[in-house]
């Protein structure tokens, strides 16, 4: 796991070194390990190196193939570049090392551009074609690893962090404000844009191709996914083939030359993990690594307790079960991670993803998660609503909006995973209009209290914006359910925006390589062949994945309900919070110069909140991140 960033001009000059240099220290984080640089008269790359695989200065990057004519720097893991290397040998192409970056460059030798389609794993790449006189960005099919681009003029900077960009003088720096308006709604900026104008990500499977002859940039894709039925198996033998397939991911993932360990949270999906890498690894010891909290609502603990037990019971005792009790209310930790982050991000799992990744770097350097699986097999509680509105919506419009709106009203108010607050919230839904429902369920932020929040800067442009950028997305998708699409539509949107952008950047910012078994091309690509009854199942979610691991699964996982990985936001900002939140908000004169929230507006709501009257933790909490990104520049 590395950082990769490069500049793109011809004006080779000790300015671009330097530039080059100042990067590379600002990405220690990403790769403490060793670092390289290579420049000729059009192209700078550098790269920093987290050493995981051929730990030799061998495998040092930049590296080129044996003529000169191919450069590349590579951030990522390629599973299958063992059996590519047997066929590229086959074929005549001579290796000097055992890792699986000089595997990319002789197949691209071979084949191209289509080189990157047969690529299994998580990369972002950058690889520069001297007879072609082309540079190629390319990133992994789902979006595990980052890449940010810009172009100034003739030329083109790139990098895996925004913070990379911001080295350079010429990144624009001006906010664009349909990214904002996103990011209030959804807690992250939607993929390719940023929170600057004319500064984008690269997007999953996607392959930015510049001409430094022409000096024009080529978008293309590598890759389309197929999200219509096309799995003929019965329920049962489809258990069986997606078991097989994630035992294969969980495989794979054990390659490495520095110790691995794993996630474990104690729900569906890391218990599933943990149990088939302890399987697949015994007698040999794995371990497991598992955060608690102070606050019961949020401390999964006895639930990961309960997981490693039983797992230790099918395996003879392998399981090295790691706990530690936290605080995330450490503000100074926060700090830390906004700057990592680059631009405006407010999920709140981001602090203890951060922390649980800290605790694991102590005993090793790579560790397997469960991410993924709830946007492959219907996860979230919204599938099942979304999946039931169709009778709500049998009602007319103005009958069913006024009467659900009334409902809503007369439930009382509570805790942000309360019962109560989960009722309101689908009474809410109910009341839209069929064709808003799915984006209410995600907004956090309504374009009425937009309105009144937006200082003078945002609000003079809300009225021209898209009430948000993604949407228009739902026309596009091949999905053959209703429900289905919801998932595809979060596979697009929420999974590379926020799922994973946080995971990338919480382990990276403490060294440490997260590996995802249910992000494995093969086990995406079946679960995308699968109808949405076999997902969900008479309320049951994850339904197939439950069952393809029913044995593998302490009896608890199916009866305990999901807490996720958050922290009490309300709570914090009425207490530990409160004083340095306040001052961050209201006497900060970058907030307070930047013309985009309306600072007497939000002092209402601030003291709305700390009365108790009222919940608008996620209104403060994303203002807030704001103002802390701002002030980092």
């Known amino acids: 796991m590395c950082s990769i960033f490069g500049i793109i001009d011809s ?14 220290a600002d990405q220690l984080h990403r790769g403490p390990d060793d670092g390289g640089f290579f420049e000729d008269d059009s192209v700078a790359f550098g790269h920093r190196r987290l050493s995981i695989i051929d730990l030799s200065t061998n495998a040092r990057q930049p590296m080129s193939s044996t003529d000169g004519n191919i450069i590349l720097v590579f951030n990522g893991e390629i ?21 699986d970056t000089e595997c990319i460059i002789h197949l691209y030798e071979e084949y191209g551009t289509g080189a990157f389609s047969e ?9 520069y074609d001297k007879k072609e006189k082309k540079v190629h960005l390319v990133r992994d099919r789902v979006g595990k690893k980052p890449l940010f681009y810009f172009q100034y003029g003739r030329n083109l900077v790139f990098g895996s962090e925004l913070s990379v960009l911001k080295q350079h003088p010429d990144m624009p720096h001006e906010y664009d404000m349909q990214s904002i308006s996103d990011y209030l709604s959804l807690l992250y900026v939607p993929c390719p844009a940023t929170v600057y104008k004319n500064v984008f990500k690269v997007s999953p499977s996607e392959i930015l191709s510049f001409d430094l002859k022409k ?55 890391s218990s599933i993990v943990a149990h088939v890498m302890t399987a697949l690894r015994a007698p040999e010891q794995t371990d497991a690594f598992t955060i608690g909290f102070d606050d019961p609502v949020y401390d999964e603990r006895s639930r990961a307790e309960t997981a490693a037990r039983f797992i230790n019971t099918c395996n003879n005792n392998v399981l090295n079960h790691h706990e530690k009790t936290v605080s995330p209310s450490d503000f100074s930790l926060l700090k830390k991670l906004v700057k990592h982050y680059g631009e405006p991000y ?7 993803t951060a922390l649980l990744s800290s605790f694991t770097r102590e005993k090793v350097t790579v560790a397997l998660s469960g991410d993924g699986a709830d946007e492959l097999f219907a996860g979230y509680d919204r599938y099942f609503l979304m999946s039931k509105l169709r009778y709500f919506n049998l009602l007319p ?43 209410r369920i995600l907004d956090r932020c309504r374009n009425d209290f937009k309105y009144m929040l937006a200082g003078p800067r945002l609000k003079d442009e809300l009225s021209i914006l898209k009430q948000n950028s993604i949407t228009e997305l739902l026309d596009t998708l091949n999905s053959n359910s209703t429900v289905g699409k919801y998932l595809e539509f979060d596979r697009k949107t929420y999974l590379v925006g926020d799922i994973l952008t946080k995971t990338d950047i919480a382990s990276m910012a403490n060294s440490l390589e997260l590996r995802s078994p249910f992000l494995d091309r093969d086990v995406v690509d079946f679960a995308d062949s699968l109808p949405f009854e076999f997902k969900m199942q008479k309320g049951s979610k994850k339904h197939i994945l439950k069952y393809a691991f029913k044995d593998m699964l302490p009896p608890s996982v199916f009866t305990d309900s999901k807490k996720g990985f958050g922290v009490p936001i309300a709570n914090y900002l009425r207490n530990s919070w409160h004083d340095e939140a306040e001052k961050i908000l209201f006497h900060s004169d970058t907030l307070q110069n930047s013309g985009i929230f309306d600072l007497a507006f939000l002092q209402k709501v601030w003291q709305m909140h700390m009365s108790g009257k009222k919940d608008y933790s996620y209104q403060i909490w994303t203002v807030l991140l704001f103002a802390l990104f701002a002030e980092n520049g």
């Not at 004006?11 to 590379?24: D, G, Q």
């Not at 407010?346 to 203890?352: T, V, Y």
């Not at 709106?405 to 209009?433: H, M, Q, W, Y």
């Open 11 to 24: 004006n080779a000059n000790t300015v671009r070194t330097a530039i080059l240099h100042k990067i590379a």
């Open 79 to 99: 599973y299958n570049y063992p059996e590519l290397r047997k066929k590229l040998i086959a074929t005549g192409h001579t290796f000097t090392t055992s890792c």
């Open 119 to 127: 690529l299994d794993g998580m990369f972002a790449i950058a690889l």
């Open 215 to 269: 000096r024009t940039l080529e978008k293309s894709l590598y890759f389309t996914p197929d999200f219509t039925v096309r799995n003929n198996m019965n329920f049962e033998d489809s258990a069986a083939e997606l078991r097989k397939l994630v035992f294969a991911a969980v495989k794979k993932r054990l390659m490495s030359d520095v110790p691995v360990g794993v996630f474990l949270s104690g729900g569906i999906d």
């Open 346 to 352: 407010a999920d709140a799992s981001m602090i203890p």
């Open 397 to 439: 419009f103005p009958v069913r909006n006024m009467l659900f709106k009334t409902l809503s009203g007369i439930i009382p108010g509570g805790n942000e995973r309360s019962r109560n607050a989960r009722i309101k919230r689908a009474f809410d839904v109910i009341s839209c209009r069929s064709n808003q429902q799915y984006y």
